[in-house]
Nanobody, 125 residues
Framework: QVQLIESGGGLVQAGGSLRLSCAASGRTVSTYAMGWIRQAPGKEREFVATINWTGDRTYYTDSAKGRFTISRDNAKKSVYLQMNSLKSEDTAVYYC??????????????????WGQGTQVTVSS
């Protein structure tokens, strides 16, 4: 079983930065593709970023490209999302998620089998 716990959310002004962290448990979690998904009020969950299990491949939704960076440390069983130049439209609950073991990326919300409880990110304009 895989458990995911996010941290690092909060309130930030537009243009500011936040770093989200996700601590994972589970013996084989290091072989899972990981991702960050967000959900704004009244909207469906939206894919933000993904990273493969070795950490050498990443993919971002268009709105995150150039501003967000996903990374992972398998020794610490952790995944991170560095968010810079934040905008009010980035306001959402951000979820850390994991797939089953795979070699590639996971760019669809439906591909994720395990989810954290979410952390709130609020960007004030």
């Amino acid at each position: 079983q895989v458990q995911l716990i996010e941290s690092g959310g909060g309130l930030v002004q537009a243009g500011g930065s936040l770093r989200l962290s996700c601590a994972a448990s589970g013996r084989t979690v290091s072989t899972y593709a990981m991702g960050w998904i967000r959900q704004a009020p009244g909207k469906e969950r939206e894919f933000v970023a993904t990273i493969n299990w070795t950490g050498d491949r990443t993919y971002y939704t268009d709105s995150a490209k150039g501003r967000f960076t996903i990374s992972r440390d398998n020794a610490k069983k952790s995944v991170y999302l560095q968010m810079n130049s934040l905008k009010s439209e980035d306001t959402a609950v951000y979820y850390c998620a994991a797939t089953s073991p795979r070699l590639g990326l996971a760019t669809e919300v439906e591909e994720y089998a395990y989810w954290g409880q979410g952390t709130q990110v609020t960007v004030s304009s």
